[in-house]
């Protein structure tokens, strides 16, 4: 089975630019998770959704948008960039609603600069 | 909130024993330990939670001291492989929805 997908791989955008991040998910899981990853940091969580709702929200600006298709896939928008933007940004699936005891799967990530 | 990771690095020999640990200010719900590679996406090592269940790989042990509101992960006879970034995830008690918090990370690094 394939593992969680995510595009692009890499992206380089100006600020004030807009972005969209693509994720689709393990076959048969329905909770997408975002992550942004700086370097040398841990993954900070940024949205969880199930069954196409948010179920949860990190400490991130209304810049930060997601939303989950009916096929469990999810896009991560970003609007008007700063450089502090530039990150990693991973996108981890999961079998059950709650984060609390489901593994996640991660997966490799889309490597987004900011210029 | 987020979690306390100690040491931050760590440099090993083959074979030796590591122990890598998780410290929350807050009560937790649930601890989850990720290994991370240099250029590759966090991989699920283990999950604690509140009342002692445990699921994870089975080369792979941790502890969760409920009232010292930390976790511990065990590397025992350690292997190349071993080698990466190590994260805790906190849920506080009452999230078992929401934020999954990572700490900083502990650099582990396996020589021959």
């Known amino acids: 089975d394939a593992g969680v997908t995510q595009s692009p791989t890499h992206l380089i955008k100006t600020r004030g630019q807009q972005v969209t991040l693509r994720c689709s998910p393990i076959s048969g899981h329905k909770s997408v998770s975002w992550y942004q990853q700086v370097l040398g940091q841990g993954p900070q969580f940024i949205f969880q959704y199930y069954e196409k709702e948010e179920r949860g929200r990190g400490n991130f600006p209304d810049r930060f948008s997601a939303r989950q298709f009916p096929n469990y896939s999810s896009e991560l928008n970003v609007n008007a960039l700063l450089l502090g933007d530039s990150a990693l940004y991973l996108c981890?699936?999961?079998?059950?609603?709650?984060?609390?005891?489901?593994?996640?799967?991660f997966g490799p990530g889309t490597r987004l600069t900011v210029t | 909130q987020q979690p306390v990771q100690s040491p931050q690095a760590v440099i090993l020999r083959e074979g030796e024993d590591a122990v890598i640990n998780c410290s929350s200010s807050?009560?937790?719900?649930?601890v989850h330990w990720y290994r991370q590679k240099h250029g590759e996406a966090p991989v699920f090592l283990m999950i604690l939670l509140k009342g002692g269940e445990q699921k994870g790989h089975e080369k792979i042990s941790a502890s969760f001291n409920e009232k010292k509101q930390q976790s511990s992960l065990y590397l025992t006879a350690s292997q190349l492989s071993y080698s990466g970034t190590y994260f805790c995830?906190?849920?506080?008690?009452?999230?078992?929805?929401?934020?999954?918090?990572f700490g900083k990370g502990t650099k582990l690094s396996v020589k021959p």
């Open positions: 807050k009560a937790l719900y649930s």
């Open positions: 995830g906190i849920l506080n008690y009452g999230g078992s929805q929401g934020n999954l918090i």
């Open positions: 981890a699936s999961s079998s059950g609603q709650g984060l609390a005891d489901y593994e996640q799967y």
